[in-house]
C-alpha cells in the first residue's frame, strides 16, 4: 500500500498533467480557428476594398469547404496512426506541418489565386487536426471538470484564433502588409504549438476507441469511476467485439465506424438535434458574412470596422461563450438555447435598422448591435456544442467520430449560408437581406422546443 506522501506526490503529477494537456488543446483549437477568422472576417473586408463584387465574395465561403466533409475522414483519423508516435499526434503534427507550409507561401506570394489556395490547404489541415484533436479531448477530459474545461477551450480557443486573424492583425497593420504580417505570425504560433504538442505524452489507448493493430482491451471503467453516466445514444451505437476488431482490415473497420453512427444520426428522436445544429448559425451567419462589407458601404473606415467587428467582436464572443457555458449548465441545456436564442433576435433587429436608419448618427447602435450579437452568438455557440458533447456516446469506439459528425453538420449549415449571403445581398439590398437574417435567427428556437430533455438532467435535479 502507498504511503499518503506518495499518493499526493502522484494526484499532484496527474494535476499538473491535466493542466498542461489542456493548454495544449486550447493552442490547438487557437490554431484552428486561425485561418478560419482570416478568410470570414478579414478576407471579404480586403476583397471588397479591391472592388470584388458582392456575388463574388459568395465564393469566399466555398474555401472551408473542408470543414464540411471532416466526417468523410473522421474514420481514418480514428483507425490509421503510429503507435510509436500516438493515435492522435500521429495526425496532429503533420497537419500543424502542412499549415506552416501555406503560411510560408501566402506571406512570400503576391498572387490572390495562389492566396486563396494556401487558405483553402489551411482549412483542409486545420479540418483534418480538428478531428485528432476532439478525439484528443475526449481521451483528456475524464470528469465533468475538465469536460467543462475542455468544453470552454474548444470554443473560446477557436474564437481566439479568429479574434487574432480577424480583428487584431488587420487593426495592426496597414493594407499593403496585412498579408504578410498575418501569415508569418501564424507560422510563428503553429511553430510554438507543435513543439508542445511534441513533447506531449499521449497516453496509451487502452478504452474501446483504439483501433491499433495490437488489439487493446476495452475498458469504460474510467468513465465509472470518475462518476460520468453513459449516455443513452450508446446503446444505438454498435460496440465492436475485440477479437472482431483485431480480425478487421482498415477499410472494414473505417465500414464499421461510418455504419455505426450512421445508423445513429437516423434515429427519429435525434432529428430535432440534427436540424438545430444545422440552422443554429444560419441568420447569424447570413449577418456575419456581409455585415463588414455593408459597415464598409456606409463609409465607415476600414480601421473602425476592423476594431469594433473584428477585434472588439470576437472578444465579446468569448465572454458570451464563457456564460452560455453557464447558463447551459444552470438552465438545463433546453431552456438555455430558447433564452439565448430570443436574445440573439434583438441584435439580428438593429442590423435592420441600421440597414433602414444609416450608420450616420447611429453608431451607439452599430456598437451596441455588435456587442449584443457578438455576446448572444457566442453563447449560443458553446450551449448547442455543450449539448453536441452531452449527447456524443461516451465509452464507445466510435466517440470522436460521432461528434465529428455533429460538427460536421453544423459545418455544412454555416457554410451552406455564407455561401449564398453575398447572392441574396445583391438581390434583396441590405435591408431586406438583414431582414431575412432576422426571420431566420427565429427557426433556432422553434426546433429547441421540440427537444428532448437529456435523461441525465432530470435525474440530476431530481437529485436536487
Known sequence: MLAPSTLKTREKAVGTSRWFELIVLLLLYVVQGLPFGFQVKTLPMLLRQDNVSLKNLSFVGLLSLPWALKLFWAPFVDTMFIPRIGKRKSWILPSLIVIGCACFVEALSSNLEHRLAAIFVMNLAASI???????????????????????????????????????????????????????????????????????????????????????????????????????????????????????????????????????????????????????????????????????????????????????????????GSLVGGIFFGELHGKRALLVIGCIRLIPQAGRFLLSWLGIEGNKRLMIGTIALESFSGGAMTIAVFSLMMAMTPHGTEVSATFYTGLTMVEVMGKSLFASVAGMLAEVLGYSGFFFLAFALSVVPIVISAFLEDNPNDKKERKDA
Open 129 to 319: 487536426g480538428d478531428v485528432a484533436t476532439d478525439g484528443l479531448a475526449v481521451d483528456v477530459l475524464v470528469d465533468d471538470k475538465t469536460i467543462a474545461l475542455g468544453n470552454t477551450a474548444q470554443v473560446v480557443g477557436f474564437k481566439m484564433g479568429m479574434l487574432v486573424t480577424g480583428g487584431l492583425l488587420p487593426w495592426l497593420f496597414p493594407s499593403s502588409s496585412i498579408w504578410k504580417m498575418t501569415f508569418l505570425s501564424i507560422q510563428l504560433l503553429v511553430c510554438m504549438v507543435f513543439f508542445l504538442v511534441l513533447v506531449l505524452k499521449e497516453e496509451r489507448q487502452t478504452n474501446a476507441c483504439d483501433y491499433s493493430n495490437d488489439g487493446s482491451s476495452i475498458n469504460s471503467q474510467n468513465q465509472e469511476n470518475n462518476g460520468l453516466q453513459k449516455n443513452p445514444v450508446s446503446n444505438l451505437v454498435g460496440v465492436v467485439d475485440q477479437e472482431e476488431r483485431n480480425q478487421m482490415g482498415t477499410f472494414q473497420k473505417v465500414w464499421k465506424v461510418c455504419k455505426s453512427v450512421t445508423s445513429a444520426f437516423f434515429k427519429p428522436k435525434y432529428l430535432p438535434l440534427l436540424l438545430l445544429v444545422f440552422t443554429y448559425k444560419s441568420g447569424e451567419m447570413l449577418g456575419d458574412v456581409m455585415f463588414k462589407p455593408f459597415l464598409i458601404d456606409m463609409g465607415v473606415k476600414r480601421e473602425s470596422v476592423a476594431f469594433w467587428s473584428g477585434m472588439f467582436g470576437t472578444l465579446i464572443s468569448a465572454v
